[in-house]
C-alpha cells in the first residue's frame, strides 16, 4: 500500500490522496468502502487527527464529506466517510450496518481496519477519533462507541430511529444484555462514560409515523433520543443535548452543533 509520504512532492499520486480521495474498498470486506477528506494543511509528519462520519439509511456519502469539509480544513482533520452498501447478502436490506452484525460482517471492525489503513496511508492518528453519524449513522455511532470506548475521542448522534440502553437487561439492540456471546465484548458502562456524547435532534423531526412504518412504534425521534441520554447519564457519561429549533430529519440541519461539539473537545486537547 503507498503511503503518502513515499510519494515525491510533484507526484500525481499526492493530489489523487489529498483533499478529496477516491473510494477504496475496506480491507477484509471490500463490499464496504470508504472515501477520505485530507485537508491541505496535512503534512506526512503532522499525525493528523481523523473524524470517521457514518451515513444514514440514503447513503449520500458525497454530501456527509462534503458538508464536514471547512470543519477539516479549519481544524486540520482527516474526515473518512465509510460506505456499508445495501443489499449484502438481502436484496433489500437497507439496516443491518445499523446493528453492528450481520451475515457474518462486523461492520465495526470494518471500520478498525479501515482506520488502520488510514493510519499507514497518511500517518495520521487513529487511536481514538471523532465519531459521528445521522439517524442510521447514528445508531451504529452510539452501539460502536459501547463496543470499543477506547476508540473513541468522542461521539455525536443524531437522531437516531432506534437506540440501544446501557442495560444488561435487554438483549442486543435493545440493550447490552449477551454482547460477549455475540461480539466477544462485554460492555463496560465505566468505560463509554469516558467519552463525552452529543445528542442532537431537529426540533421538528418527530418522525414517529416513519419510525412506525419500518417497525419501530412507540418512540418518536426526539424520545428514543432522551432515553438514550438518560441511560448514558445513569452510568456517569457527559451528555450535552440540543434541539435544532426549526430543523427536520436532516443531516446538514444538525451538523452545525456536531462541528461546535468537536471544535470544543479539540481545543480542550491543546
Given at each position: 500500500m503507498i503511503r503518502v509520504e513515499d510519494l515525491p512532492a510533484a507526484h500525481p499520486g499526492r493530489r489523487l490522496l489529498t483533499k478529496r480521495t477516491p473510494f477504496f474498498a475496506?480491507?477484509?470486506?471490500?463490499?464496504?468502502?470508504?472515501?477520505?477528506?485530507?485537508?491541505?494543511?496535512?503534512?506526512?509528519?503532522?499525525?493528523?487527527?481523523?473524524?470517521v462520519a457514518v451515513h444514514g439509511t440514503g447513503r449520500n456519502v458525497g454530501e456527509l464529506r462534503e458538508g464536514f469539509i471547512p470543519?477539516?480544513?479549519?481544524?486540520?482533520?482527516?474526515?473518512?466517510?465509510p460506505l456499508f452498501p445495501a443489499g449484502i447478502d438481502d436484496?433489500?436490506?437497507?439496516?443491518?450496518?445499523?446493528?453492528?452484525?450481520?451475515?457474518?460482517?462486523?461492520?465495526?471492525?470494518?471500520?478498525?481496519?479501515?482506520?488502520?489503513?488510514?493510519?499507514?496511508?497518511?500517518?495520521?492518528?487513529?487511536?481514538?477519533?471523532?465519531?459521528?453519524?445521522?439517524?442510521?449513522?447514528?445508531?451504529?455511532?452510539?452501539?460502536?462507541?459501547?463496543?470499543?470506548?477506547?476508540?473513541?475521542?468522542?461521539?455525536?448522534?443524531?437522531?437516531p430511529g432506534?437506540?440501544?440502553?446501557?442495560?444488561?437487561?435487554?438483549?442486543?439492540?435493545?440493550?447490552?444484555?449477551?454482547?460477549?456471546?455475540?461480539?466477544?465484548?462485554?460492555?463496560?458502562?465505566?468505560?463509554?462514560?469516558?467519552?463525552?456524547?452529543?445528542?442532537?435532534?431537529?426540533?421538528d423531526d418527530d418522525g414517529r409515523a416513519d419510525l412506525a412504518a419500518m417497525g419501530y412504534s412507540g418512540h418518536s425521534r426526539p424520545e428514543q433520543l432522551d432515553r438514550l441520554g438518560d441511560s448514558l447519564a445513569r452510568h456517569g457519561t457527559v451528555v450535552r443535548k440540543v434541539v435544532v429549533p426549526g430543523v427536520g430529519h436532516s443531516a446538514p440541519g444538525t451538523r452545525p452543533p456536531v462541528t461546535e461539539f468537536f471544535a470544543d473537545h479539540l481545543a480542550g486537547q491543546r
Open positions: 475496506a480491507p477484509g470486506e471490500p463490499r464496504c468502502s470508504y472515501c477520505a477528506y485530507v485537508p491541505q494543511r496535512w503534512t506526512p509528519g503532522s499525525e493528523t487527527s481523523v473524524m470543519f477539516a480544513e479549519q481544524h486540520n482533520v482527516i474526515v473518512v466517510t436484496p433489500d436490506d437497507v439496516h443491518d450496518y445499523k446493528l453492528i452484525e450481520a451475515h457474518g460482517i462486523r461492520f465495526d471492525l470494518v471500520v478498525l481496519d479501515i482506520l488502520e489503513q488510514v493510519r499507514l496511508r497518511w500517518n495520521a492518528r487513529v487511536d481514538t477519533v471523532l465519531l459521528c453519524g445521522h439517524s442510521g449513522g447514528g445508531q451504529f455511532a452510539h452501539r460502536f462507541l459501547y463496543l470499543h470506548p477506547d476508540r473513541v475521542g468522542a461521539v455525536a448522534v443524531s437522531a432506534s437506540v440501544t440502553l446501557l442495560d444488561q437487561s435487554f438483549t442486543w439492540p435493545a440493550g447490552t444484555g449477551g454482547t460477549a456471546q455475540r461480539f466477544g465484548i462485554t460492555v463496560d458502562p465505566g468505560a463509554v462514560a469516558t467519552v463525552p456524547v452529543l445528542l442532537v435532534v431537529g426540533g
